[in-house]
Each structure stands twice: as structure tokens, then as C-alpha cells.
């Protein structure tokens, strides 16, 4: 399985963004996926998940501002970050998670500044 990000960038405090995960390869119906994020300096950290029934976990830290979706038919994943913070700053890493593996993808960077 391979996972590929897009949609990081630079954006000011306050601002939207829009990221998107395309996984591609032998992905099996039943699987989690997800974004975790790593600031410098900082343990990476859970940002939210989504399963393939489509339940939802997010951060404490995240709650009312990022969410996930998935579409199954076309094995990618989004996260809609609002109301973006300075320390919402980091490298945003994709994650699938099946009953065998757990893949990464090579991470995306988000700088929220003014």
C-alpha cells in the first residue's frame, strides 16, 4: 500500500486548508485511516482517525476545527483543517491501518504564520 499526501502549504493564522491522502495498491474493505502530525521538536502526535464505516476520533487539541472524511470508492482520505492556529505548525503524516500493517505516507508540511 502506498499512501501519497497534497494540500499542505503556508497559510496566516485564521485560514483554511485542505489536505488529501491517495492510497493506492492491495487495500484491504476493512481499515482505518488517518493523520498524524510531528512539530519540531515534538513527539508525533494523533491529529484524527476515520474508519471505513466511517466513525471518527479527533484530538482534544483539534475538536471543532479539523475534519475527516473518506471517500472508499476512490481510496483517499481528507482533512479539512479551519481556524488554523501557529501551533497547529507541523509535518501532517497519512496512515492506513489494516488487520496486517500499519503504512505511512511521506508527510505533508503546514505552517500556519503571519
Known amino acids: 500500500v502506498q499512501l501519497v499526501e497534497s494540500g499542505g502549504g503556508l497559510v496566516q493564522p485564521g485560514g483554511s486548508l485542505r489536505l488529501s491522502c491517495a492510497a493506492s495498491g492491495s487495500i484491504l474493505s476493512i481499515n482505518v485511516m488517518g493523520w498524524y502530525r510531528q512539530a519540531p521538536g515534538k513527539q508525533r502526535e494523533l491529529v484524527a482517525v476515520?474508519?471505513?464505516?466511517?466513525?471518527?476520533n479527533y484530538a482534544d487539541s483539534v475538536k471543532g476545527r479539523f475534519t475527516v472524511s473518506r471517500d472508499n470508492a476512490k481510496n483517499t482520505e481528507y482533512l479539512q483543517m479551519n481556524s488554523l492556529k501557529p501551533e497547529d505548525t507541523a509535518v501532517y503524516y497519512c496512515?492506513?491501518?489494516?488487520?496486517?500493517?500499519?503504512?505511512w505516507g511521506q508527510g505533508t508540511q503546514v505552517t500556519v504564520s503571519s
Open positions: 476515520i474508519s471505513s464505516d466511517g466513525s471518527t
Open positions: 496512515t492506513l491501518r489494516d488487520r496486517y500493517m500499519d503504512y
